[in-house]
């Protein structure tokens, strides 16, 4: 089944353990490979993602588990924000 790229754009992006990440703002292509190379969020989810400064996010390609009415992403350790003990 074939699709078009513009479909992914504005789909929402969850982790495997169902958190919301962000939204779908555009696609990464490396023409050189003639592939797709990244997914660019943007509509981030603050309260779980660690990056100061930015407002968007790559996620790569390899890290895509599927797409669909969502695109379904597997859990980036490091990118989320620790739980402070008190």
């Known amino acids: 089944m074939k699709s078009q790229i513009t479909d ?5 992006v969850y982790t495997d353990r169902a958190v919301f990440v962000g939204d779908v703002d555009d696609v990464v ?3 050189d490979r ?3 190379r990244a997914l660019a969020l943007g509509n981030l989810n603050m309260d779980i993602i660690d990056i100061k400064g930015y407002k968007g996010l790559q996620i790569p390609f390899r890290m895509i588990r599927s797409v669909g009415d969502v695109v379904l ?11 402070q003990k008190s």
């Open 29 to 31: 292509i490396d023409l």
């Open 73 to 83: 992403i597997r859990h980036i350790p490091g990118l989320f924000k620790q739980k």
């Open 8 to 12: 992914v754009l504005g789909l929402s």
């Open 34 to 36: 003639k592939s797709i």
